[in-house]
Nanobody
Framework: QVQLVESGGGLVQAGGSLRLSCAAS????????MGWFRQVPGKENEFVAV????????YYADSVKGRFTISRDNAKNTVYLQMNSLKPEDTAHYYC????????????????????WGQGTQVTVSS
């Protein structure tokens, strides 16, 4: 099992920044990728960003490219999401997730790719 704990959410004005953290514990050696998703009540869970643990490849949703950056601290088994130039439409509950390897070249931008999820942290951007 892998446990994920997010932190860093909050209320920020449009144009501001926040950094989310996701600390992984447990069987972290089974993790191939860690991603961030977000969800607004009544809407589908939306892919935000992912980092592949082996090689460090990163992928982003078009809606956050150029504004958000995913990074990691291997020693701390922690992944970060730096969010800059925040917009009111970025308001959502943000979830961290961890995926095992599939060895098929997938990007890991789908909810179904992930086996473990954190409880999430709320990000609210005021206009």
């Amino acid at each position: 099992q892998v446990q994920l704990v997010e932190s860093g959410g909050g209320l920020v004005q449009a144009g501001g920044s926040l950094r989310l953290s996701c600390a992984a514990s447990g069987r972290t050696f089974t993790i191939y990728a860690m991603g961030w998703f977000r969800q607004v009540p009544g809407k589908e869970n939306e892919f935000v960003a992912v980092m592949h643990w082996n090689g460090g490849s990163t992928y982003y949703a078009d809606s956050v490219k150029g504004r958000f950056t995913i990074s990691r601290d291997n020693a701390k088994n922690t992944v970060y999401l730096q969010m800059n130039s925040l917009k009111p439409e970025d308001t959502a509950h943000y979830y961290c997730a961890a995926a095992p390897p599939y060895y098929d070249g997938r990007i890991y931008d789908r909810k179904g790719d992930y086996s473990y999820w954190g409880q999430g942290t709320q990000v609210t951007v005021s206009s």
